[in-house]
């Protein structure tokens, strides 16, 4: 989610003329009233239903793909002419391993467990009458997101599968990819016996339409915003519709006096180096003073074998030099800022702290409540750091990088959620349903 695109992360949106807004109002206007009117429909569609639709979306993105993936060379063309670099062309690509991915993704929600109308919470009250609770959809998703066109497929599976219409937009250079997926989405819907407008495109490009969907409280019951900082911060400061979201990914791993060595080094390379982009990748590294002088030097060198920036804390260049470490010259001095910033970068910070309650201290006060690992062999600590630290997720002995929906068992995700409300962490099924009270009595009346 930390991915940016300039389409859709542009702070600023772009200069229209009166009329031009009036278009976009009135074109996702009519959008919006489809996806509330088709909301209905999707919350009564039988798991059946919605899982043939899932399966008929595989089976026709696997039987269209090289029409698929001639659509997306154009856009790939585009973002070419346009300057984007490869990274940004990588997301763009409709790969074998990206079409692929997407096939087993619909495989894999079809498969789960349909939620809605699960019953929870059941109790009888002295009264005579009977609470519980029903898990059912939110209604219509709006979905805000960047370059990558399998997104498409993955939030309009989840929202299929969990009984919400949706609107979707893309990323600019992407459109001709998700106007291509979008015909395959529809089509499969329909043949399910259900409304194609179960899940809509926006075709428009202009940025506007991202501020006018922002404001639709009338249409859309919550946003989902799937791109880089300066998109979340326009939309927190801008969105009257309720949003699932997480601004920023500084996670931590904090190497304990009680560490397994072995573990810890391996686990804490994955963290950063398996991926610098991710927002789940490691970007400060705590580690214990009674274990720092055995563990910084190896793992030190291997980050710097990898070519990853260190910036460390005084603390950590000591221990480095009394194990006569050979990269000190490479080492650059650990700021203020380093503490808050999320890198998403072949660079790493890194700090020697004294116990545990320096560790949880320091991943509360500059964390951003996303995910955060310690690696530790003792027990009580570890069930200490798991009940105080305040993140989403919270990890024992496991790279940050597995802070995913796929990775959890979700099928996939439609996000990752840092809020305390409404959803909290990688946000699959469950995360798109609500709950409401279902109470039955037998002429109760209260007295």
């Known amino acids: 989610m930390s991915t940016s695109d300039p389409s859709v992360n542009n702070t ?39 899982n043939l639709a899932l399966l008929q979306m595989g089976m026709a993105i696997r039987l269209q793909t090289p029409l698929l993936k001639e659509v997306n060379l154009r856009d790939i063309e585009r973002a070419k002419l346009a300057g984007q670099d490869a990274a940004f062309i990588d997301r763009l690509t409709l790969s074998d391993k990206a079409i692929n991915g997407m096939i087993e993704g619909l495989e894999q929600i079809a498969a789960l467990q349909d ?69 395959i989405i529809q089509d499969c819907l329909k ?61 931590h791993t904090y190497v304990d006096a009680e560490a397994d060595m072995s573990k810890a080094i391996t686990v804490c390379d994955n963290a950063k180096t398996q991926r610098y ?28 074998d990898k070519g990853v920036e260190l910036r460390v804390d005084r603390k950590t260049k000591g221990v480095l030099a009394q194990a006569g470490f050979d990269g ?26 004294e116990n545990l309650d320096e560790a949880i201290d320091h991943i509360n006060h500059y964390g951003s409540h996303h995910t955060d690992a310690i ?41 990752i959620s840092n809020d305390k409300l409404h959803a909290r962490g990688p946000v699959g099924l469950e995360g798109l349903t609500s709950l409401k009270y279902i109470v039955k009595g037998n002429g109760s009346i209260r007295g």
């Not at 789940?280 to 910084?296: Q, S």
Request: proline fraction near 5%; charged fraction near 20%.
């Open 12 to 50: 600023t949106p772009t200069t229209s003329s009166s009329a031009n807004l009036q278009a976009i109002h009135e074109q996702l206007t009519v959008i919006g009233k489809k996806a509330r009117a088709a909301s209905r429909a999707m919350a009564k569609a039988t798991s059946q239903q919605k």
């Open 115 to 183: 939620p809605i109308g699960e019953v929870l919470n059941h109790r009888s009250r002295p009264t005579g009458i009977d609470i519980s609770q029903m898990r059912v959809p939110l209604g219509v998703i709006g979905i805000i997101y960047e370059s990558r066109p399998n997104v498409t497929i993955d939030a309009a599976a989840l929202c299929i599968k969990s009984g919400n219409a949706t609107i979707l937009r893309g990323g600019s250079e992407a459109i001709e990819s998700n106007t291509a997926l979008a015909k």
């Open 191 to 251: 043949r399910a016996g259900l409304p194609e407008d179960g899940v809509q495109v926006i075709e428009t490009t202009d940025r506007a339409a991202v501020g006018e969907m922002i404001t639709m409280t009338e249409y859309i019951d919550v946003i989902v915003p799937r791109g880089g900082k300066s998109l979340i911060a326009r939309l927190m400061q801008d969105a009257r519709v309720p949003m699932i979201k997480h601004l920023d990914g500084i996670c």
């Open 277 to 304: 982009s991710p927002c789940n990748a490691m970007e400060t590294l705590l580690v214990h003073a009674k274990i720092a002088p055995r563990i910084m030097a190896p793992l030190c060198k291997i980050y710097q």
């Open 328 to 353: 000190m010259s490479a080492l650059v001095d650990a700021t203020e800022e380093d503490w808050t910033t999320e890198y998403l970068a072949p660079i790493l910070s890194i700090k020697v702290v």
């Open 375 to 415: 690696m530790t062999e003792n027990t009580i600590t570890a069930d200490r750091f798991l009940k105080e630290v305040d993140s989403a997720s919270v990890m024992l002995n496991a790279s940050t990088r597995f802070a995913d929906g796929f990775e959890y068992g979700l099928g996939a995700e439609i996000g």
